[in-house]
């Protein structure tokens, strides 16, 4: 068998996480029209008679570093390509961006195959564009495969696990079988208001927004979760509270259905709104919000 792990990098907003989602028939990343919507690396474990690849979903790389908070976002874009077997490096749209240019370097630097895939090709018109792009991509980087695809729409992606397995190194399963991520449910939890949140708030969304659970009880009927939203500003809980409330209503409901989905079980949701002053800007309470991957 074929076991390893597979890094997803790109810009943000290329498809990563959709892309995973897809391949592991699961929603287990958060998605969402806004860059910047994944923060956490997370785990998506797909096992075959062929193997396992170990997918690794990433927050976007990008080039500003203005505060702790992307610098945490950068630190764990950049320290995925450590330990991993096989690249995947997604692109959207057939050009190259400024940033792609410091992408290009790194995977230079880490030496590991690198499979291209052009993402949102549902998008694409004229299919030879395609090809010609692909021709001139193949002098900038020794690329193992270049492959069209569709996150969305299912498009090609058998053909994009295929030449992953074949670049993964022989060997055991690294995870049980039966094991789809390496995240808990709380986090998972969380995860889905913040998306719903980001989804519901649209330009509206304060940057600096994160959601902690702080309490999570299972019991036989039903779990309960109390989930706090933290802001950075109380112009910014107002934003998110809504008029009469109404903006926490709807993001709760969206919330609670997928959380059932996910655990399979009825769900009280508890989401309150509290505010920490410069939250993103300071390690510490950084640290203290879990984000220290
Ligand atoms: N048309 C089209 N849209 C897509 C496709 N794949 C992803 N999208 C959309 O692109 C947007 C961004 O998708 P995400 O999966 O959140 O992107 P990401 O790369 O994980 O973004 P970050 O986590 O912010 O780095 C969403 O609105 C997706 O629905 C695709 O194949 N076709
Ligand atoms: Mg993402």
Not at 60 to 83: F, I, P, Q, V
Not at 122 to 140: G, N, P, S, Y
Request: charged share 30%; aromatic share 8%.
């Amino acid at each position: 068998m074929n076991c390893g792990y597979v890094a997803l990098i790109g810009r943000p907003n290329v498809g990563k996480s959709t892309l995973m989602n897809h391949l592991l028939k699961q929603k287990i990343s958060i998605t969402s029209r806004k860059p910047q919507t994944t923060r956490h690396r997370i785990l998506g474990i797909n096992t075959t008679e062929a193997g396992q690849a170990i997918y690794m979903d990433t927050p976007g790389m990008h080039d500003s570093e203005k505060r702790a908070l992307n610098r945490y976002l950068n630190r764990t874009a950049d320290t995925t390509l450590l330990g991993v077997d096989v690249v995947v490096w997604l692109i959207d749209g057939l050009s190259w961006h400024e940033y792609d240019e410091v992408i290009f370097k790194k995977l230079e630097q880490a030496g590991l195959p690198v499979i291209l895939a052009v993402n949102k090709v549902d998008k694409v018109k004229d299919k030879d564009t395609i090809l010609a792009f692909f021709a001139e991509a193949r002098h900038r980087f020794p690329f193992e495969q270049m492959v069209p695809i569709s996150a969305l729409k299912g498009t090609n992606l058998e053909q994009l696990e295929n030449a992953v397995m074949q670049l993964l190194p022989e060997g055991g399963l690294i995870y049980p079988e039966d094991q789809i991520t390496d995240r808990p449910e709380r986090f998972l939890c969380a995860e889905i208001v913040r998306e719903k949140l980001t989804r519901r708030l649209g330009d509206e969304l304060p940057y600096a927004l994160t959601v902690e659970i702080e309490r999570y009880e299972e019991q036989p009927e039903i779990t309960k979760i109390y989930a706090i939203i933290w802001v950075e500003r109380s112009t910014q809980k107002n934003i998110v509270i809504g008029k009469a409330g109404e903006m926490l209503k709807k993001v709760g409901t969206d919330a609670r259905h997928d959380i059932e989905k996910l655990i399979g079980q009825k769900v009280y949701l508890q989401l309150w709104v509290k505010v920490k002053k410069g939250w993103s800007d300071n390690e510490r309470a950084l640290q203290n919000l879990g984000f220290n991957d």
